[in-house]
Each structure stands twice: as C-alpha cells, then as structure tokens.
C-alpha cells in the first residue's frame, strides 16, 4: 500500500530557526513529490515540486530533497519568520496524472 | 502560473437542501479534476475524480449519489452536495494538473456549514 507520512505532526520554533521538515513514502517509484503550504482556512499553495530524476529543487529559503532509495523527502527552511507559520503537506504522485497521496501534514508556528 | 479558482468560498445552507461547488481552471484545460474533503486538523481525502465529459470515478466509501460530480467542459467540474445534513459540514479543495506543469494546483477552498 502506497502510503505518506510526515513527522513531526507539530513544530514550534523561534524567529530565526532553520528547520527541516520529514516526509516518508512506502513505495520508491514515485513520478514527483510536491510540497505544499496551507494557511487556516485555505487551499494549498505550491511550494516545491521535485521529479523521480531529480535529487532537489531550491526556491527563495525553501530546499527540498528527495531520496528515492530511502524513500523520504525533505523540507529545509532557513532562517524561519512568523509569516511561515503554516501547515506543510508533502504528496507523492506515482502516475503521470495520477491521484495524489498526502501526508498527514506539519503544523509549523514559528514565534516573534 | 496554473490557476484553479473555487467558488463559493463559503456557504452555510440549511439541512435537506443542496449546494453546489464549482471548480475551474482559468488559464489551461484540464480533463482531470479532484475533488478532496478535509476534516479539522486532518489531511486531505480524495472523493472523487472528475473527468471531461465521462463519469467521475469514486473513491471507496464515497456515495456518489450524495456527492454528484458533473465535468462538462475543459474548465469546470463542479460538485454537488445532495440533501445535506450536519455531517456533510466540512472544507471542500479542488484540484488540477496543467499541462506539461508536473504538478498540481488547488482551489481556494468551500467551507460547507449546513445547519
């Protein structure tokens, strides 16, 4: 069974902080993993998509990995502001417009 | 960038009635839409797929007669909630893939309240 798992279910750290943030898949033959953000309320932003044949993807204070073998990704943001605060979902896709398998999601706040 | 925009953002209806949620794609075509279903504090759970002019495919435990799913063009998929009861009270995200995007984009969100 295909399954996604993201821990720590919450986190809380100071303004400053550089975090990583874990996501695991049971099944190595993804086609992408895609992280994403979700404020209160909202819908998911994109935050990062990274394909099977690549091993990271950077944008602004945001670094993603991806290691097939070991079958974990992971989220590294530097420097964290308040205004990360948020709940991070990770996804793997394992068929070209396929369904989505998401994790449970981790609940950042990043405090003043 | 790939936009799905949802509509309404919020609706609050009264039990027995039905609500419908519409979701379209702005700036590409999408044949394949998702409808998901996310509870407090809980990841997303895929209902249904939509698909352009054929019948939407279930997930299992999902009534489809509750839930009705209609794709009738490129742009728009809608979802329909059916005779609504307090338990149907949730937050609703579509999704789509644009082409040659890789990735998938998400609506804004329907907060459904029936009371």
């Known amino acids: 069974k295909q399954e996604v798992t993201q821990i720590p279910a919450a986190l809380s750290v100071p303004e400053g902080e550089n975090l990583v943030l874990n996501c695991s898949f049971t099944?190595?033959?993804?086609?992408?993993l895609q992280w994403f953000r979700q404020d209160p309320g909202k819908g998911l932003t994109s935050l990062l998509l990274?394909?099977?044949?690549?091993r990271e993807q950077t944008s602004g204070r945001l670094n993603a990995s991806l290691d097939k073998s070991s079958g974990r990704s992971t989220l590294y943001i530097a420097a964290s502001q308040p205004g990360d605060s948020a709940t991070y979902l990770c996804?793997?896709?394992?068929?070209?417009?396929?369904?989505?398998?998401f994790g449970q999601g981790t609940e950042l706040s990043v405090k003043p | 960038g790939a936009v799905v925009s949802q509509h309404p953002s919020r609706v609050i209806c009264k039990s027995g009635t039905s609500v419908k949620i519409e979701c379209r794609s702005l700036?590409?075509?999408?044949?394949?839409m998702f409808w998901y279903r996310q509870f407090p504090k809980q990841s997303l759970m895929l209902m249904a797929t939509?698909?352009?002019?054929?019948?939407?495919?279930?997930e299992q435990g999902v009534e489809k007669d509750k839930f009705l799913i209609n794709h009738a063009s490129l742009t728009l998929s809608t979802l329909t909630v059916t005779s609504a009861h307090p338990e149907d009270s949730s937050f609703y995200i579509c999704?789509?893939?644009?082409?040659?995007?890789?990735?998938?984009?998400f609506g804004s969100g329907t907060r459904l309240t029936v009371v």
């Open positions: 999704s789509a893939r644009a082409p040659g995007a890789g990735g998938y984009t």
């Open positions: 099944d190595s033959a993804i086609y992408n």
């Open positions: 990274i394909q099977s044949s690549q």
């Open positions: 996804a793997a896709l394992y068929n070209q417009g396929g369904k989505l398998i």
């Open positions: 700036d590409f075509q999408a044949t394949t």
């Open positions: 939509s698909n352009e002019g054929s019948k939407a495919t279930y």
